[in-house]
């Protein structure tokens, strides 16, 4: 299985008046994780995957050590560990080597625009997905 490894930035702002990362932050940062995967990744291997959009139906996210504002960015390791018909589960580790700051999980529908509802995932997209399936994970 692989992850995608995305490097996000910390920014002044991602501050609260406690002096950590906000917890409403990371999930801008799982955001741009995701988006970076299934937006600029996918279709930058040739494929049109995705970009009819997609909704959010679920997060979980479980913080475990407080985020420091630093100059140097925060890893965040994305992969998949389920696959239906219309959906997908999408997986995250914010992290620095092993320390791990939270780890999250996000249900993504695969959304049409023009047609304003749901939509099931396509060929395309199951089989980019399934580069990320987390080992002993079956797609449906």
């Known amino acids: 299985m692989a992850r995608h ?3 996000c930035p910390l920014r002044w702002a991602d501050m609260d008046a406690f002096g950590h990362v906000n917890n409403v932050t990371f999930l801008r940062y799982l955001e741009e994780a995701r988006i970076d ?3 600029r990744l996918a279709p930058g291997e040739g494929e049109a995957s995705f970009t009819g959009g997609s909704v959010v139906a679920r997060h979980e ?8 504002h630093r100059h140097e ?3 965040i390791e994305t992969w998949v560990t389920d696959i ?7 997986k995250y580790e914010v992290k620095d080597g092993d320390a791990v700051y939270a780890r999250a999980s996000t249900v993504v529908v695969p959304y049409s625009l023009v047609n304003q509802r749901p939509r099931r995932i ?12 987390d080992e002993g994970t079956v797609a449906a």
């Open 5 to 7: 490894i995305f490097r």
């Open 37 to 39: 995967l299934m937006f």
């Open 61 to 68: 996210i479980d913080y475990l050590r407080p985020l420091v």
């Open 73 to 75: 960015p925060v890893t």
């Open 84 to 90: 239906t018909a219309a959906s997908m589960t999408v």
């Open 122 to 133: 396509t060929a395309e997209e199951k089989e980019f997905l399934e580069r990320y399936l």
